[in-house]
Structure formats: structure tokens, C-alpha cells
T-cell receptor, first 113, second 113 residues
Framework: GENVEQHPSTLSVQEGDSAVIKCTYS??????FPWYKQELGKRPQLIID?????GEKKDQRIAVTLNKTAKHFSLHITETQPEDSAVYFC????????????FGTGTQLKVEL | DSGVTQTPKHLITATGQRVTLRCSPR?????VYWYQQSLDQGLQFLIQ???????AKGNILERFSAQQFPDLHSELNLSSLELGDSALYFC????????????FGEGSRLTVL
């Protein structure tokens, strides 16, 4: 089955700096890669996703890049703000046979003032 | 508010007991997913139902079972509970059976003493 590794497990940045979280996946057939944000005590919420026919996707301060050859994808947050502090999860799945999303182990992002 | 409703929010029980967690998906969503979140294992996919049928299965223990009813709500049954089953159980829903945004409920926190 799919295996998703995520790094780093914790990340501390100064407000206004950029943050990058990286994930690798094992199944080359995976073709959908979402990122979820989970604030403390809250439910996970989708912040951005990318499909394998696209190399990069951007939404305001958030961007995701995908390298299918290397089987890795990254989340980039620019101009970080205190409200970006949360746990971020990457995930991967492939079409066909349902939506068996495999999540990474999460990155605790702390944006310091 | 994601529109996904989970009950109960908190549950404390003893080892060996059986509990049932309930989930009502967003209006119009046909897929329901169950995830287990524990501190050391992140979000683990348990099972997906689509329009009443099992669609995808993760590493769900034999002591656990689930079903989706004709009105599309779902129940996750956990039996012969062990201390290690203590976790936050999330239900999520989506419109289709394939890859796409999952809308998570607030979770049911199970504590096994």
C-alpha cells in the first residue's frame, strides 16, 4: 500500500518568513495530493490540493509543488502569520477503488512574533 | 461548521466494552470515511462507504466494524476495547467516491480505561 513520509515534524519560523514542508510517497500510481490544516482541538480542513497532471498550484500565500519523477511534493507558505500556526498533513491517494487517502505524520508549524 | 455531525463528542468506557460512534454526512454527500487519530500515529484511514456500499478499506481491526445506512448516516462499532483504542475518531464525507475534498466532523474522543 501507499506510504507517505513527511518532514519536518516540527517547524518554527518568524512571522513574515516562509515555511516549507516536504512529503514523499511510495506508490507511483498515486495521482491526488491534498494538504490539510488542523488547528489545536479542531478538525482537519483542506487548504490546497494538486493532481498529478499539474506541477504547481498556488492559492494566495500557499503553494504546492509536485515532482512525479522523484515522488515528492511540498507545501510552501509565504509571509507567515500567527494564524498559520497549526499541524499540517500531507496525503496521497490514487483514483480507482475509492478514496483511500494515506496521510503523512504531520508537521507542527509555529509562527513566532 | 463542516456540516458533518458526529456523536458522541466524548466517550469514556472500560476495557472489554463495546461502543458505537455515529456520523451524519453533509447533505448531498454520498461517501463517508472513518479515520483514527492518535498522538503517535497521525490520521489512520479505517474504511470508506459510498452510497451504502463498502468502497475502500484500510487497516481496520477485526474488532471494529462499520456500516452506512440507507439515509447515508454511518456507524462505527468498536468492540472488545483495549487501552490502545483510545483515540480521536473522525468521520468525514465527500460528494463522490473518488479523490476530492473530505469534510471532517469534529470527532469523537474515546477514552478506554
Amino acid at each position: 500500500g501507499e506510504n507517505v513520509e513527511q518532514h519536518p515534524s516540527t517547524l518554527s519560523v518568524q512571522e513574515g518568513d516562509s515555511a516549507v514542508i516536504k512529503c514523499t510517497y511510495s506508490d507511483s500510481a498515486s495521482n491526488y495530493f491534498p494538504w490539510y490544516k488542523q488547528e489545536l482541538g479542531k478538525r482537519p480542513q483542506l487548504i490546497i490540493d494538486i493532481r498529478s497532471n499539474v506541477g504547481e498550484k498556488k492559492d494566495q500565500r500557499i503553494a504546492v509543488t509536485l515532482n512525479k519523477t522523484a515522488k515528492h511534493f511540498s507545501l510552501h507558505i509565504t509571509e507567515t502569520q500567527p494564524e498559520d500556526s497549526a499541524v499540517y498533513f500531507c496525503a496521497a491517494t490514487l483514483t480507482g477503488g475509492g478514496n483511500k487517502l494515506t496521510f503523512g505524520t504531520g508537521t507542527q508549524l509555529k509562527v513566532e512574533l | 461548521d463542516s456540516g458533518v455531525t458526529q456523536t458522541p463528542k466524548h466517550l469514556i468506557t472500560a476495557t472489554g466494552q463495546r461502543v458505537t460512534l455515529r456520523c451524519s454526512p453533509r447533505s448531498g454527500d454520498l461517501s463517508v470515511y472513518w479515520y483514527q487519530q492518535s498522538l503517535d500515529q497521525g490520521l489512520q484511514f479505517l474504511i470508506q462507504y459510498y452510497n451504502g456500499e463498502e468502497r475502500a478499506k484500510g487497516n481496520i481491526l477485526e474488532r471494529f466494524s462499520a456500516q452506512q445506512f440507507p439515509d447515508l448516516h454511518s456507524e462505527l462499532n468498536l468492540s472488545s476495547l483495549e487501552l490502545g483504542d483510545s483515540a480521536l475518531y473522525f468521520c468525514a464525507s465527500s460528494v463522490t467516491s473518488g479523490p476530492g475534498e473530505l469534510f471532517f466532523g469534529e470527532g469523537s474522543r474515546l477514552t478506554v480505561l
